[in-house]
């Protein structure tokens, strides 16, 4: 099983970014894809997660400004993030229990 995600950077604040998360080597649209961030000295922390019927779940620091989305045929899952905060800046990870992406580095400049 592989998890490449894609799409960090340096934004400035108020800016926005898409993640992406190819999966391979897993049955995907069966499956939940969740994204988690992890801070320098902090613990890794839920961010977002798509359900395999498409139901949405996000933490509450992000409701309202992430939106997480799939394309099974695609085999890919998306986390688009508007209106970027300093405090969003983290590495970006996607997960398919019990499988963990590589992360994608995220910054927001204030």
């Known amino acids: 099983v592989q998890l490449q995600a894609s799409g960090g950077g340096l934004v400035q604040a108020g800016g926005s970014l898409r993640l992406s998360c190819a999966a391979s080597g897993i049955a995907f649209s069966n499956r939940d894809v969740s994204w988690y961030r992890q801070a320098p000295g902090k613990q890794r922390d839920f961010v977002a997660r798509v359900s395999n019927l498409g139901s949405t779940y996000y933490a509450d620091a992000v409701k309202g400004r992430f939106i997480i989305s799939r394309v099974n045929a695609a085999n890919t899952a998306y986390l688009q993030m508007y209106n970027l905060k300093p405090e969003d800046t983290a590495i970006y990870y996607c997960?398919?229990?019990?499988?963990w992406g590589q992360g994608t580095q995220v910054t927001v400049a204030s």
């Open positions: 997960n398919i229990i019990p499988h």
